[in-house]
Every structure is written in C-alpha cells, then in structure tokens.
C-alpha cells in the first residue's frame, strides 16, 4: 500500500474542513492594513498568503509544522550513528504534519529510490548542455527537461483530471521531482566540473547521502554535512522568493516541474539563494586582501568598505529575521562538533563576533545578524566542494521539499488563482490627493 498517499487521503478531507471553518468562523477578519510604502516596499509585513507547512517568525525563526530545528534534530530520524534529521523524515513531516514511524520513512525512502534514476535522454539533455551556463541554470533547464514526464500535465491534457484529484497528480510529480533532484544536480556538478566523469547512484544509502556520493564525497562527516543542509534549508514559510514564486506558478496550475523551475530562478538571485555562493567568495576575498589570521579591526574597516562600494555584505541581514538564524545556528554547532582547523570555519566564527556591531552603526540595515547563508558554504567547501558558484544547486536541491510538498497542499485545498492587484502612481495620488 502507499503510505504517504493514503495518510494524506485521510488527512485532507479533515484539512479541508478545519479550512472551511476557518473560513466560515473568520474569513472576515481583517489581518493587516496595508499602506502605500509597503506596497512599494516589498509588501514586507503584508500577511497576504496562505502557506499551511511553515511559519517563520522574526524572533524565533523557522518552524516545520510547528517544529524548530532543534526539535526536527531531535524527533526525525537519523542515520546509523548520526546526529542530524535525515530528509526523508523531513518530508513525511512537512507533508503531513507527523513525524514518521521508521516504517513510514522507510516507505520514503523506497518510494525515492524508486523513482529517482534518470532515463538515457534526460542524462544526455544534461550532459550536453553548455559548460559555460551557470549550475542553477543548468538546474532549472534541467527540471524543466523533466517536464516531459508530469503525471498532472498528461492527465489535464486527457481532459480526464478532476478537481478534488489535482492533489494526487501533484504529489506523484513531487514525489518524482524530489526523487530525481539529487541524481540532476550531481550530475550537473560532474558534468560541468568533473569533466562528465559520472557517479552512479548508490542506493543502499539515504537519499541526502547519496547525492553526496554521487557527487564524489564519501565520507561520513560529508554525508552528515548533507543531510542536514538538505533539512534546514527545505522550507522558510510562502512568502520567500522561491517559496512565493513556486506557489503563484503553480496556483495557475502549471504542474511541480514548471513551478519549482520558477521557483529556483528566483532562489538563483544574489539577495536570495545565491547569497550562499557570495559569502564564500567574499570569505576568500578577505583572506586573499588581507592574509591569514586577519584583525578585527580590519575586517570592521573591510565591511564598511564593502558597503562603500554599494555591495551588500552576504549572509547578513534578513527580510522578516531580527535576529541570528536558527540555522545558522545549527550550523555553527555542527562545525564546533565536527570541524577543526579551518581557518575559513574559524574567519566565520570571528565575523559573527566582528560584523553585526558594524552593521548595527549603519542605520538603516534592519537585521545586523547573519542568516542561513553566512555559514553554508565554508561547510561544503571543508568537505571538498570547492566550487562556489554551485552552492545555490544544493540549497535549491533542499528546497525542493518544501515547495512541491507546499503544492501538493495547494491543490488539495482547491486554492485558486493567485490574482493581487497592483496599483500605479497616479492611483495613488488621485485616490489620497485631497487628504
Ligand atoms: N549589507 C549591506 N546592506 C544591507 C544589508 C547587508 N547585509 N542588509 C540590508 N542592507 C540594506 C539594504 O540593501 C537596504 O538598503 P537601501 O535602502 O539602500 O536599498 C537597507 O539596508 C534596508 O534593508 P532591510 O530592510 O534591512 O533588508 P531587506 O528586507 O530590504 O533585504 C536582504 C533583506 C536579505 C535582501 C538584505 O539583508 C541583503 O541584501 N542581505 C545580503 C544578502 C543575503 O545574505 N541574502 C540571503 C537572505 C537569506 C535567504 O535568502 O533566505
């Protein structure tokens, strides 16, 4: 039987109609005034979407259904004689709001195994696009080439799809799209920077384990170090780019592959995902400029110059966090378990100390703390992974999880196109003018 599916067939008429109530008790409610410069403005604080999986909070940071990250370290799953939630729990979680007996993540990690090789044409897609294209490019073509295979896209063509079905056809895309991300995007690593040297998949292992093997690190710590990237990065709440930009594409039912494509072009900008890509290369910099074992003083002087320059120092500040990110948290503390003697770990540690009282003196940054990103990439690059400008790949990898289980939920709540209004300059004036 399927386990994950037939969960979700009982769970979801009870979902739909606690949402009903809801409806019904308070759709009327008024959430939130929204005022001309928040329209401008990014809409920050607007609390204008629906997201059922995840909820950040500016203090406390990132919850999965519920959870914070100590307690998904805790109660999901590990390996043998690991420490951190391996994903596949992860997703059960997400999904149902449960954490996972061992049978049901079993069931996971079969169902993954399963559907996760890629067929010939697919690895020749991919093995024949240009080196010079960036990896979250390649990715996103990538995923796009799978398209080929949507279960919602083939059923909506017959005609034969019905609205209280979407939710099914969804979730086998997504079970098929998180299945296959690992294979994609190691073998866009090997293909662009190993000189299509491929690995093949290694299914005794975890899922997040063997996307590390397949991209050629074999060590335990290694295989640690992914399992809990690919957990803390998998949901930040609907209103991030990658999150929002997934959700709207696929409220006009546009299936998983289209959606998440969308959805990891907007994790490939500098002020989102890719600021995981630029704290490395900024890290580097530093040591490049000013040497080893640098002074306080100058990494102060360092920061104020970048912003000089009109750059923003990566990893830093956040649009709804004030304070430090949980995951970066857990990062750090898997770097002080782990890792000893890496003077790019350590650079980091002392940034932490150093740029937050810098960022504070400038007064418009609403967040001096660092945030996810600022710890990432000196993790993957200890491990082997040198190439930077791949970082974003794994975090999108990551992501993956929580968008399209977001979508799955999506469609079972029969949520309907996403249509905001927007509104010009002159409507502003000819509707305030007088006041
Ligand atoms: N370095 C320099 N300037 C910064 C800054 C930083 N780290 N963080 C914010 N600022 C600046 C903004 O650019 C903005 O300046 P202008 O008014 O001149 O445009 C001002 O401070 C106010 O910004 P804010 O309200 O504090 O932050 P926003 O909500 O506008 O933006 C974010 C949030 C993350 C884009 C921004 O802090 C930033 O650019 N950080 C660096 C990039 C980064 O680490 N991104 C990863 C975010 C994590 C994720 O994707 O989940």
Not at 54 to 81: H, M, V, W
Not at 222 to 229: C, H, K, P
Not at 290 to 319: C, F, M, W
Not at 373 to 385: C, E, F, K, M, Q
Request: proline share 4%; glycine share 6%.
């Amino acid at each position: 039987s399927n386990l994950l599916k037939d969960r979700l067939r009982e769970l979801i008429p009870v979902k739909q109609a606690l949402l009903r109530d809801i409806r019904k008790q308070y759709g009327q409610k008024e959430i939130c005034k929204v005022t001309v410069d928040q329209a401008i403005g990014g809409m920050r604080n607007v609390f204008g979407l629906f997201y059922d999986i995840s909820l950040l909070d500016s203090k406390t940071g990132i919850t999965f259904r519920d959870y914070n990250i100590p307690e998904i370290q805790e109660y999901l799953q590990k390996a043998k004689n690991g420490n951190e939630p391996l994903p596949e729990a992860l997703f059960w979680l997400l999904l149902t709001g449960d954490f996972p007996s061992d049978q049901e993540f079993k069931f996971v990690q079969e169902e993954w195994r399963r559907r996760g090789e890629l067929d010939q044409e697919t690895i020749k897609f991919i093995t024949s696009l240009p080196k010079q294209l960036h990896p979250m490019t390649m990715l996103s073509l990538s995923i796009l080439h799978l398209q080929k295979d949507s279960t919602f896209q083939k059923v909506y063509e017959s005609g034969k799809a019905t609205k209280p079905q979407y939710w099914e056809y969804y979730y086998e895309d997504a079970m098929d799209l998180v299945a296959k991300i690992p294979r994609v995007a190691a073998l866009i690593y090997r293909h662009k920077y190993k000189n299509g040297d491929l690995i093949s998949s290694d299914n005794s292992l975890d899922w997040a384990a063997n996307y590390s093997h397949m991209m050629g690190f074999d060590q335990f710590d290694a295989y640690e170090l992914f399992r809990m990237y690919l957990s803390i990065h998998a949901d930040h709440e609907g209103g991030n780019v990658s999150a929002h930009a997934t959700h709207l594409v696929g409220s006009a039912l546009a299936d998983q592959y289209l959606s998440y494509s969308a959805g990891i072009n907007g994790l490939a900008g500098p002020l989102h995902g890719l600021a995981n890509q630029e704290v490395l290369k900024w890290l580097i910099e530093i040591r490049e400029k000013l040497g080893d074992k640098v002074s306080n003083e100058k990494i102060q002087e360092y920061v104020l110059n970048t912003i000089r320059e009109g750059r923003v120092v990566p990893g830093y500040g956040h649009a709804v966090l004030r304070y430090t990110d949980p995951r970066y948290i857990h990062q750090k503390n898997f770097a002080e378990r782990l890792i000893k003697d890496d003077p790019l770990v350590e650079l980091v540690k002392q940034c932490y100390h150093v740029i937050p009282p810098v960022l504070k003196t400038i007064g418009k940054i609403q967040n001096p703390w660092p945030n996810v990103d600022a710890h990432s990439g000196v993790l993957l690059n200890h491990y082997g992974l040198k190439e930077f400008e791949y970082y974003t790949v794994v975090f999108a990898v990551s992501r993956a999880l929580g968008c399209t289980a977001n979508l799955v939920w999506a469609r079972a709540f029969g949520l309907p196109i996403e249509r905001p209004g927007s509104i010009t300059m002159r409507w502003i004036e000819e509707r305030f003018g007088e006041n």
